[in-house]
């Protein structure tokens, strides 16, 4: 199993960057596939990043498309969002979240929140205008 807890979240201004850390923790972290959502004030929460468990596979949503990057660094058990050009509508409580069922593809990755079973506490992020 692994154990996610995000750090590096704060308040910056619009046109500003952010990168925010998920330590991990796991025999089995080598090959979870894991990913970033963030949940606005009263809205749901909404799918952000993900990457395959090598890192060799990444997908953004379009709404963070070339302004965020998502990676992992295995050596470090640590995955990260950069979060550049930040907009208002960033604005939310970001979380990690981990796949922690068995996945034979390496270059497996998922966008959808249902396939997510493990995940952190949460890190604010607010973008001020």
């Known amino acids: 199993q692994v154990q996610l807890v995000e750090s590096g979240g704060g308040l910056v201004q619009a046109g500003g960057s952010l990168r925010l850390s998920c330590a991990a923790s796991?025999?089995?972290?080598?090959?979870?596939?894991m990913g970033w959502f963030r949940q606005a004030p009263g809205k749901e929460r909404e799918f952000v990043a993900a990457?395959?468990?090598?890192?060799?596979?990444?997908y953004h949503a379009d709404s963070v498309k070339g302004r965020f990057t998502i990676s992992r660094e295995h050596a470090k058990n640590t995955l990260y969002l950069q979060m550049n050009s930040l907009k208002p509508e960033d604005t939310a409580v970001y979380y990690c979240a981990a796949v922690t069922r068995y996945v034979s593809d390496s270059y497996y990755y998922s966008s959808n929140l249902g396939e997510y079973d493990i995940w952190g506490q949460g890190t604010q992020v607010t973008v001020s205008s």
């Open positions: 990457i395959s468990w090598t890192g060799g596979t990444a």
């Open positions: 796991g025999r089995t972290f080598s090959r979870n596939p």
